[in-house]
């Protein structure tokens, strides 16, 4: 850990909220609160675990390289 209020400690976490806002949020009308929550899990579960392309784990999903990880 580092000193209280280092940037750098959220870093991952404030690129995850980017990429979620850029690529989901700000492109879809939710209806509720309720269809907001489905579009978003749905994105995340399906869309960024397992199709998106994450150029820090060699260009393949993060569902793909876990199985990977976990199997060799």
Known sequence: MSRKGNPYDNARMESFYKTLKTEEVDLQDYLDFDD???????????????????????????????TRYHCA
Do not use: D, K, T
Request: with cysteine.
């Open 36 to 66: 907001a929550h489905c579009q978003i899990n749905h994105f995340i579960g399906r869309l960024y675990n397992q199709e998106r392309l994450h150029s820090s784990l060699g260009y393949v999903p993060p569902a793909e390289f876990a």
